[in-house]
């Protein structure tokens, strides 16, 4: 299995643990992640310029087009605005012309809706391998540990971007990974 991996602006900045864990984790499970190449979301600037953040967005999602892979996001930030990209430009023609006029100045491209698949990385886990086959790949098992799991605000929101993964009012699926390592959730 190939992904590409999308870090955003934050991970590198400020969450290189995360970083480092999901290569790890990705080691483990025999998945290649490629690195593409990404800039920021847009999602820290979405509520001052909301074009400029849809460009950024747009810019990554060309450049993910380009490597001919599915996504996988660490941030759920990222992850949202991403998603809510690729369904607002392929529904809202006057927005996409504003996009493609300020992606023309800036990288000399327009986005043409590109849609990669774009997945956050413990969704692409607990879809594509499964809290089973997890388990059963742990070494050492987490037990006695307790854990917090914390979903956040985008990860699962809006529930229309997702495909019906997981219930946002009452999600599991990453209880469901942290309890496969053996900890307790």
Request: net charge positive; aromatic share 10%.
């Given at each position: 299995m190939r992904y590409s991996l999308f870090l955003g602006c934050t991970i590198p900045?400020?969450?290189?643990?995360?970083?480092?864990?999901?290569?790890?984790?990705?080691?483990?499970?025999?998945?290649?992640?490629?690195?593409?190449?990404?800039?920021?979301?847009g999602f820290p600037i979405e509520s001052i310029d909301e074009v400029k953040a849809l460009a950024m967005a747009a810019a990554n999602l060309k450049n993910a087009a380009d490597l001919g892979l599915e996504v996988v996001t660490l941030c759920s930030a990222c992850n949202e605005m991403l998603n809510k990209t690729e369904e607002m430009l392929a529904k809202e023609t006057?927005?996409?012309?504003?996009?493609?006029?300020?992606?023309?100045?800036?990288?000399?491209?327009?986005?043409?809706?590109e849609r990669p698949r774009v997945r956050h990385f413990t969704r692409m886990l607990y879809?594509?391998?499964g809290v089973v086959?997890?388990?059963?790949?742990?070494?050492?098992?987490?037990?006695?540990l307790k854990a917090a799991v914390?979903?956040?605000?985008?990860?699962?929101?809006?529930?229309?971007?997702?495909?019906?993964?997981?219930d946002p009012?009452?999600?599991?699926?990453?209880?469901?990974?942290?309890?496969?390592?053996?900890?307790e959730s």
């Open positions: 900045a400020r969450q290189v643990n995360y970083e480092l864990s999901t290569r790890q984790v990705a080691r483990a499970l025999g998945v290649e992640l490629i690195d593409g190449d990404f800039g920021c979301c006057t927005k996409l012309d504003k996009v493609n006029t300020l992606l023309k100045k800036q990288i000399g491209a327009e986005y043409e809706n879809e594509s391998f086959k997890i388990r059963a790949m742990v070494k050492k098992p987490l037990n006695g914390h979903y956040g605000c985008h990860y699962l929101r809006p529930s229309t971007l997702y495909e019906g993964f997981d009012e009452f999600p599991k699926s990453l209880d469901e990974l942290v309890k496969a390592t053996g900890a």
